[in-house]
């Protein structure tokens, strides 16, 4: 088996329903890690792997616009005619055009939920985990101005929706206006609702706004100054290269330290487990990974890792946990719900679940025709069918999207031709023709680091 056809999509779906973002009465999301920015639909990339026997996996991304319009010869020079089953090589290939270009992690998604589908496993399962359930909770994504009025009344609302906890975020210099939210917050959720906070200062962004920036002592005095309001976390204090200054801050907040959302590689997350820079490792598959494997591979080893510290240290030290971050897409989300899987059922806190004004389960889930709706009891179950076990609505993708390039042996000939010339285009079709057949034989098989 091997890969025949790739295609790729840019999608953009309003937020307000069916209405194009120019009319005035367009709904608007502000998110937190963009200060000042007015988000109006969603926007994604997402990638389709054909095989020769007609499977198919898919993978998604967020865009912000068509940056990624010119990927799809390069996914076919390095992805037309592999193996999916040969994920030790696939993750070399990821490796590669990431180093060439931009990152591009988040591919090896669609390759698993092909490895799924072949044996037709969840993904869950065929990374070894156990599946079940996962208790949501809803992560608003906007600070709201920081108006402690608004913010309880969205708690308030997520309450009475039956959710187990709820994450707010800040994001200002203003150390009082910061805690009167959070107080507010507390006050809403009252005493058997989970709280966590998020500053999303891993990775600042000033496309629009000037972002604020808090040294370790602002994020020390933050952290105490919260402390009575008993968040289960704070969420990216610090930029997420500060590893020594993260270690530091851990050490003096009563209140455990998160992050990791955008974290690159395996390496880097290593370099974080060694310095103790985090008490909660929160990466996404679809962000994270990109420029040494993809990510499921990642992730995969550092639930795996955390467990094996977790039982070197003892019982009587704070334990690492896992808890991904989830707030790409419908897709993305269908990633981290089967990685959550992988952990034991008794050491499962609880799962972030996009859920705001404006930014909710029909908007970010909209082009899949399966969502992930909660039972009687709050919980979402962890897809049994095989691969990611979702399925794309191409109805809204062909209303709300256009396929930007389709990739097969014989367009990417006529590229390579064109681009390098006759000689060389065969040069290099014997040379590929080399790797497909070796790769033909590989069965599948973990892959583990160094990828």
């Known amino acids: 088996m091997k890969i025949e056809r790739i295609e790729l999509y840019y999608v953009k779906i309003p937020l307000s329903g069916d209405r194009p973002g120019f009319f005035d009465d367009r709904v608007v999301f502000e998110p937190n890690w963009i200060p000042g920015y007015h988000q109006i639909d969603l926007r994604l990339y997402l990638l389709r792997l054909v095989t020769d026997a007609g499977i198919d996996g898919v993978a998604a991304i967020p865009a912000m616009g068509r940056e990624r319009?010119?990927?799809?010869?390069?996914?076919?020079?390095?992805?037309?005619?592999?193996?999916?089953?040969?994920?030790?090589?696939?993750?070399?290939?990821?490796?590669?055009?990431?180093?060439?270009?931009?990152?591009?992690?988040?591919?090896d998604a669609a390759f698993w939920d092909l490895v799924g589908k072949i044996r037709r496993e969840p993904l869950w399962k065929v990374l070894g985990g156990e599946g079940g359930f996962a208790v949501p909770y809803a992560s608003l994504g906007s600070n709201h101005d920081h108006d402690p009025r608004l913010v309880a009344e969205?708690?308030?609302?997520?309450?009475?929706?039956?959710?187990?906890?709820?994450?707010?975020?800040?994001?200002?210099?203003?150390?009082?206006?910061?805690?009167?939210?959070?107080?507010?917050?507390?006050?809403?959720?009252?005493?058997?609702?989970?709280?966590?906070?998020?500053?999303?200062?891993?990775?600042?962004?000033?496309?629009?706004?000037?972002?604020?920036?808090?040294?370790?002592?602002?994020?020390?005095?933050?952290?105490?100054?919260?402390?009575?309001?008993?968040?289960?976390?704070?969420?990216?204090?610090?930029?997420?290269?500060?590893?020594?200054?993260?270690?530091?801050?851990?050490?003096?907040?009563?209140?455990?330290?998160?992050?990791?959302?955008?974290?690159?590689?395996?390496r880097e997350f290593r370099s974080m487990l060694d310095a103790g820079s985090l008490d909660i490792y929160q990466p996404d598959a679809v962000l994270a990974g990109g420029t040494y494997a993809g990510g499921v591979s990642v992730v995969r080893w550092l639930v795996r890792e955390i467990r094996r510290r977790n039982a070197a240290r003892g019982p009587e030290t704070r334990p690492l946990r896992y808890s991904p971050h989830t707030w790409t897409n419908?897709?993305?989300?269908?990633?981290?719900?089967?990685?959550?899987?992988?952990?034991?059922?008794?050491?499962?806190?609880?799962?972030?679940?996009?859920?705001?004004?404006?930014?909710?389960?029909?908007?970010?889930?909209?082009?899949?025709?399966?969502?992930?709706?909660?039972?009687?009891?709050?919980?979402?179950?962890i897809p049994d069918e095989p691969g990611l076990g979702v399925e794309i609505d191409w109805e809204v993708i062909a209303r709300f999207g256009k396929r930007i390039d389709v990739v097969?042996?014989?367009?990417?000939?006529?590229?390579?031709?064109?681009?390098?010339?006759?000689?060389?285009?065969?040069?290099?079709?014997?040379?590929?023709?080399?790797?497909?057949?070796?790769?033909?034989?590989?069965?599948?098989?973990?892959?583990?680091?160094?990828?």
């Open 330 to 381: 419908g897709l993305g989300f269908a990633v981290n719900l089967h990685l959550f899987g992988l952990l034991p059922q008794a050491e499962r806190g609880l799962l972030e679940l996009p859920h705001d004004l404006h930014w909710q389960m029909p908007q970010w889930a909209r082009f899949l025709r399966n969502g992930f709706a909660r039972d009687a009891e709050g919980r979402i179950r």
């Open 408 to 451: 097969t042996k014989a367009s990417l000939a006529a590229w390579t031709v064109l681009d390098h010339g006759w000689r060389e285009a065969v040069y290099l079709r014997n040379k590929k023709r080399e790797v497909e057949d070796r790769s033909a034989l590989a069965e599948f098989e973990l892959p583990e680091p160094p990828f």
């Open 69 to 107: 319009e010119s990927l799809g010869a390069l996914l076919g020079a390095y992805l037309l005619g592999l193996n999916p089953l040969d994920m030790r090589l696939v993750n070399q290939r990821i490796e590669e055009f990431s180093i060439l270009g931009m990152r591009n992690g988040w591919i």
């Open 154 to 266: 969205l708690v308030t609302e997520r309450r009475n929706e039956g959710f187990a906890g709820v994450k707010i975020r800040v994001k200002s210099d203003e150390l009082a206006r910061m805690v009167d939210v959070v107080a507010a917050a507390r006050e809403a959720a009252g005493d058997s609702m989970e709280l966590m906070v998020d500053a999303n200062l891993g990775w600042p962004t000033e496309l629009v706004e000037k972002s604020p920036r808090w040294d370790e002592d602002f994020a020390a005095r933050f952290a105490e100054a919260i402390t009575p309001y008993r968040p289960s976390w704070l969420e990216e204090p610090l930029h997420r290269a500060d590893h020594e200054g993260l270690a530091r801050l851990r050490a003096r907040s009563k209140i455990p330290i998160a992050g990791g959302e955008v974290t690159p590689s395996w």
